[in-house]
């Protein structure tokens, strides 16, 4: 779900058309702030954040907020699916990290799994580093390693018992507040289709951040990584049909291979555990 809410989210950020990154931000996590704040007032919630878990909160937010700007960056510059898949390194990193930071260990057919997913991006993400387009390739590249970084403060914090929405409104605010002193200063007036493009942009936005603080937050991220994968298909296809955008061959090999991988991922999940190993 959160695959499909974010390329609902990639999509309009492109439509949106010649906005700065940071005016786009601003607006996509505006309204996830919005809902967040909603569904703890619906639900009586109060926002209280462990002690031990600020700063992990503050990482969470900080990187979020990079990767969101990588990310946006790359979608204006590249091909959305070629931006997706930047994006989509993220659960690659997310397993790294989890390694170090949460002590999680990852038996040998996950760790080969994921490695093999990475390498069904390289076929994607090669046609990018060997044009001109290199510098927001490594800008997109780096959003994927902000990204990874964050789901895994999201999942150390899901593992103390830190609310969903807890998570998702305070990564919002922090980034609407990092966010508005630059956009103020370079603020490019927009129509009202852009507008609405950004809002809906932050629809997505918002249901995706829900579905993958659930993700993170109730499962291992050994086991969420591959199937987040599953974005770079909704962008082809979305690609194709708003952006005329046709995959290369190449891609399409590292589609065949990432699908491949979740769909083996899959099979190997639902074995009893111990004939997971």
């Known amino acids: 779900m959160s695959a499909l809410f974010f390329t609902g989210m990639n999509s309009c950020v492109r ?32 926002i209280k954040i462990p002690k031990g878990c600020r700063m992990a909160m503050l990482m969470r937010a900080l990187c979020g907020t990079v990767g969101i700007l990588c990310n946006f960056y790359a979608i ?12 989509k390194l993220s659960p690659f990193f997310a397993v790294v990290f989890s390694i170090f930071i949460l002590k999680e260990k ?17 076929f994607i993400i090669r046609p990018t580093f060997s044009n001109l387009e290199l510098v927001p390739s490594l800008i997109g590249f780096l959003g994927g390693v902000a990204a990874g ?37 370079g603020f490019v007036p927009m129509s009202a289709k852009q507008l609405l493009t950004l809002l809906l942009a932050g629809l997505f936005a918002a249901g995706g951040q829900f579905a993958i603080t659930g993700a993170y937050s109730f499962a291992p991220a050994k086991e969420v990584s591959v199937y987040d994968y ?18 290369v061959p190449m891609s399409i090999i590292g589609y065949v291979i990432i699908i ?10 639902n074995k009893p555990i111990g004939e997971r190993k």
């Not at 929405?165 to 305070?170: E, L, S």
């Open 106 to 122: 990852a038996s040998p057919k996950q760790i080969v799994a994921v490695v093999i997913a990475f390498i069904g991006s390289l």
């Open 149 to 185: 970084a964050a789901y895994t403060f999201v999942r150390f914090m899901g593992q103390r018992n830190v609310k969903g929405p807890i998570i998702v409104f305070c990564f919002s605010l922090f980034s609407c507040l990092a966010t508005l002193p630059i956009m103020l200063a």
């Open 76 to 87: 204006d510059k590249l091909a959305l699916a070629d931006a997706s898949m930047l994006n």
């Open 15 to 46: 439509l949106a058309g010649d906005l700065p990154p940071v005016q786009k931000s601003f607006f996509r996590n505006f309204v996830a702030a919005i809902f967040a704040a909603a569904a703890l007032a619906r639900t009586h919630t109060p």
């Open 260 to 269: 491949s991988v979740a769909v083996w991922t899959f099979i190997q999940n």
């Open 230 to 247: 599953s974005q770079v298909i909704f962008a082809a296809i979305t690609g194709f049909f708003l952006f005329d955008q046709i995959p």
